[in-house]
């Protein structure tokens, strides 16, 4: 059978399996070939594969004429960069703003637009510095993230829309945002000196909270790892790493396909957490933010006791770590959630409609050492009363340790009905062992 018998369905699936570059090939070897090839449906396959776009869109999300125009011009654009860093860059920035569009809309709606090749040229000349190429592609994608005080009418929501969120505890509170370029150039300006940094280091300023001194991230445009700030940041520049150094490679090689930095791994590695529900949204109405405490096992344990629930988890403080300190050298926030099932609370036999907390127990270990074993009154000062089915009681607290890893567990005394009332003897609820550990990503 010659080529010109081929039908042109048959056609279209082999081209489509070739891809674009074999594809503009094979046009060149016949006019049937060439025509298939010019297909737009096909051209609309190859934009889905490589940059998940539905329509003919140019990466200012302009229409073009057509899919095979569309193709062209993200070629064109991105021209001087690896395609396959491109392809994935851009998986990454569609996962994150497809989970934020559904879920957060009021932070996907604090994204801007790529910077432009000439902006980000602009940036390194001003700062002295050669951004990592993954991090480059990042901020073409997306220009980090601007909180207008005309997207809230109350301030105190502004620091809730950070798109790597936070925790809070006490008086502690934390939400991360991505810098855009120009708070980059304006904040690094500002803040390396301070810190007294040799110029020799080239540390840019790319994730902060929203009060600056709280957490700050850097981004080492040398060797492409990013750091976040210590308790000792101020004085003598004490960070700590947030991506697995093994993991980071060919930062400035254009010739490579493995290029990788901490700034895409780490974007890539909250993605996944967001998606596979490991970290949610808390909150309600306009009170809404990503909340970095584990919502799913190994990291975060559930217990049931007579129908009333607990789940627990931790998340490390880098903020807070004091690594000159060998008593409390990591200090980790835990979360606690516990609720009374819809049937209420059940002892030998019999439901209770209400119960209150009485007391709390606390085992806590540096790896498998017993360093704190406590027991008091109520929880943060509060002696919760829980009614079935109705919203979880949450509440955090923290504790340092002198290890990098351990675990807590413990107990809390409630009361049948309510403590001023109470319907029977106080009975136990289990706090399941849950663990401390520094991750292998810090955010």
């Known amino acids: 059978m010659g080529l010109e018998e081929v039908e042109d369905l048959v056609l279209h699936t082999i081209l489509s399996k070739l891809g674009p570059k074999d594809s503009a090939r094979a046009a060149c070897v016949s006019n049937k070939l060439r025509s298939s090839a010019s297909e737009d449906s096909l051209w609309s396959i190859f934009c889905f594969q490589d940059l998940d776009l539905k329509e003919p869109l140019d990466p200012l999300g302009n229409p073009t004429p057509s899919f095979k125009a569309c193709y062209q011009v993200w070629r064109e654009d991105f021209g001087m960069y690896p395609w396959p860093l491109v392809m994935r860059v851009k998986r990454c920035w569609v996962r994150l703003k497809n989970w934020l569009s559904i879920n957060f809309p009021e932070a996907a709606a604090t994204l801007r637009k790529g910077a432009s090749e000439v902006e980000i040229q602009e940036s390194q000349r001003i700062l002295k510095v050669k951004l990592p190429l993954p991090t480059r592609i990042l901020y073409r994608f997306c220009d980090g993230q601007e909180i207008k005080d005309g997207q809230s009418s109350q301030s105190s929501l502004r620091g809730l829309l950070g798109l790597i969120g936070g925790y809070s505890f006490y008086t502690h509170m934390v939400n991360v945002y991505l810098l855009p370029l120009n708070e980059v150039v304006s904040t690094t300006k500002s803040i390396i000196p301070q810190l007294g940094f040799s110029s020799r280091f080239k ?212 009361v049948p009905g309510r403590l001023a009332d109470p319907k029977g003897a106080p009975f136990e609820v289990e706090v399941a062992r849950f663990p401390i550990e520094l991750p292998d990503y810090v955010f």
Request: aromatic share 8%; proline share 5%; with cysteine.
């Open 203 to 414: 540390y840019i300023v790319v994730a902060a909270s929203f009060a600056y001194s709280k957490k700050i991230f850097f981004l080492d445009c040398t060797t492409g790892q990013l750091h976040v700030g210590t308790v000792n940041l101020a004085t003598d520049g004490e960070m700590i790493s947030c991506v697995p150094n093994a993991l980071i490679s060919s930062v400035h090689d254009l010739s490579g396909d493995q290029q990788q930095d901490a700034m895409l791994l780490w974007l890539e590695e909250h993605g996944r957490r967001l998606e596979t529900g490991i970290i949610k949204l808390r909150g309600e109405g306009d009170y809404r933010t990503i909340s970095l405490f584990p919502e799913e096992p190994p990291l975060c344990s559930t217990a049931i006791t007579n129908g009333v629930k607990v789940r627990a988890s931790a998340v490390f403080i880098p903020e807070l770590a004091d690594l000159e300190n060998d008593r409390e050298k990591y200090t980790y926030s835990y979360s606690i959630r516990m609720s009374l099932l819809p049937e209420g609370c059940i002892i030998n036999g019999l439901p209770f409609f209400s119960c209150q907390l009485q007391r709390r127990h606390w085992i806590i270990r540096a790896n498998d050492r017993v360093v704190s074993d406590v027991s008091g009154e109520a929880v943060i000062g509060k002696l919760p009363l829980l009614l079935p089915g109705e919203k979880e009681f949450v509440y955090e607290s923290c504790t340092p340790l002198t290890t990098s890893s351990g675990s807590v567990e413990g107990s809390f005394t409630f």
